[in-house]
T-cell receptor
Framework: DAKTTQPPSMDCAEGRAANLPCNHS???????VYWYRQIHSQGPQYIIH???NNETNEMASLIITEDRKSSTLILPHATLRDTAVYYC????????????FGTGTRLKVLA | DVKVTQSSRYLVKRTGEKVFLECVQD?????MFWYRQDPGLGLRLIYF???????EKGDIPEGYSVSREKKERFSLILESASTNQTSMYLC??????????????FGEGSWLTVV
C-alpha cells in the first residue's frame, strides 16, 4: 500500500521552477520524506530528504508542511535534463524497510 | 561511491526457461532488494533480504525466488519464465543503520524479454 500520493504527470517550462507535490498524510514520527528521480532507462537516484525542516542542496529544495502531511520538491531552474519520473517516499533512518515507491510524477520540462 | 551492478542489461529468454538475474553491491550493505518496473505500475517490490540467507517476500513474489549466499550478492530467479514476466528488473541496496542519511542505491536495471 502506497504511503504517498503524487500527481501522475506535470509539465514545466525550461528555466522556470518546477514544484512537485506529495501527500503523505499517514507519515509516522520517525519517518523521513525522501525524493528520488528516475531518468529514462536508469535506476532511481537520491535527490534530497528531510524530517520536518526545509532542506536545500545543490539539486533541489524540499518544503515540508508543519503538520508533515505533505511536501513539495522544488527544482529552482528546471532544465531539459530534469525530465524524469520523481518519486516521493517515506521511511525511517534505521531498520529494514519495504520501500514502497509507487508510480511517481512524470515531469516533462519543455523547451 | 556505492556501486550496485546488475550482471545483464538486456536478456531475451524463452518461455519455460530458468532465468537468473544477478546483483552485486560493493558497500557492505545489509539490505538488498529486487523490484520490477512496468509502464503505469511504478516500482513493485518482489523480494528483499536483510542478511545472508535471509529473505522476505515483497508485494509480488509469485513466480520468483531469491538467493543470498554472500552479503554482496543477491540473485533473482525465475524458475520457469513466462511472458508476463517481461519487464525491467531493478536491484537496490541500503544499510540498516544509516546515521543521518538513509539512501537506497539502485543498479542500472535489467531488461528481460520472455518470448
Amino acid at each position: 500500500d502506497a504511503k504517498t500520493t503524487q500527481p501522475p504527470s506535470m509539465d514545466c517550462a525550461e528555466g522556470r521552477a518546477a514544484n512537485l507535490p506529495c501527500n503523505h498524510s499517514t507519515i509516522s514520527g520517525n519517518e523521513y520524506v525522501y525524493w528520488y528521480r528516475q531518468i529514462h532507462s536508469q535506476g532511481p537516484q537520491y535527490i534530497i530528504h528531510g524530517l520536518k525542516n526545509n532542506e536545500t542542496n545543490e539539486m533541489a529544495s524540499l518544503i515540508i508542511t508543519e503538520d508533515r502531511k505533505s511536501s513539495t520538491l522544488i527544482l529552482p531552474h528546471a532544465t531539459l535534463r530534469d525530465t524524469a519520473v520523481y518519486y516521493c517516499i517515506v521511511y525511517p533512518l534505521e531498520g529494514t524497510y519495504k520501500y514502497i515507491f509507487g508510480t511517481g510524477t512524470r515531469l516533462k520540462v519543455l523547451a | 561511491d556505492v556501486k550496485v551492478t546488475q550482471s545483464s542489461r538486456y536478456l531475451v529468454k524463452r518461455t519455460g526457461e530458468k532465468v537468473f538475474l544477478e546483483c552485486v553491491q560493493d558497500m557492505d550493505h545489509e539490505n538488498m532488494f529486487w523490484y520490477r518496473q512496468d509502464p503505469g505500475l511504478g516500482l513493485r517490490l518482489i523480494y528483499f533480504s536483510y542478511d545472508v540467507k535471509m529473505k522476505e517476500k515483497g508485494d509480488i513474489p509469485e513466480g520468483y525466488s531469491v538467493s543470498r549466499e554472500k552479503k554482496e550478492r543477491f540473485s533473482l530467479i525465475l524458475e520457469s519464465a513466462s511472458t508476463n514476466q517481461t519487464s525491467m528488473y531493478l536491484c537496490a541496496s541500503s544499510l540498516i543503520n544509516r546515521g543521518s542519511r538513509n539512501t537506497i542505491y539502485f543498479g542500472e536495471g535489467s531488461w528481460l524479454t520472455v518470448v
